[in-house]
């Protein structure tokens, strides 16, 4: 696994603690991607057809990050997307050096702020 992507599930994990359940990374485009951390919970409930779909989800939030930091330019590089779902929250981190990541966190939204945190830091 890349040193980066290493530094950044250490630094998730110090963050958000018991509230990572995975952190998967690659070019989900050409659906190549593997997991730098799975919990016993972070696939529960997914079958295989909705794990491909999740993957072909975030590969189109790569493709629309382009698109989203033109139009919000006076922003800065769009870095990270955040889904927020009952029992569980997402990010997308964009926009570094390393290839395209996806971290599953529970439903715990208090834990966004500092995994954004813990990946500009081990990324940025």
């Given amino acids: 696994m890349d ?4 530094r950044l599930v250490a630094a998730l994990q110090d963050a958000v603690g018991d509230g990572l359940r995975g952190v998967f990374y690659g070019e989900f ?3 190549d991607y593997a ?6 919970a972070a696939l529960d409930g997914y079958s295989a ?11 189109l939030e790569k493709l629309h990050s382009d698109r989203k930091s033109e139009l919000h330019e006076p922003l800065g590089e769009y870095t990270a997307s955040v889904e927020v779902f009952e029992d569980g929250v997402n990010v997308v981190v ?12 529970d439903g715990d939204v208090t834990n966004v702020s500092p995994a954004l945190e813990a990946g500009r830091d081990a990324l940025g």
């Fill in 29 to 31: 485009r050409e659906r």
């Fill in 3 to 6: 040193s980066e992507i290493e």
């Fill in 94 to 105: 964009l926009e570094y050096d390393v290839p395209t990541v996806f971290v599953e966190m």
């Fill in 49 to 59: 057809d909705q794990i491909g779909d999740v993957v072909d989800d975030v590969a």
């Fill in 35 to 40: 997991v730098a951390y799975a919990s016993e």
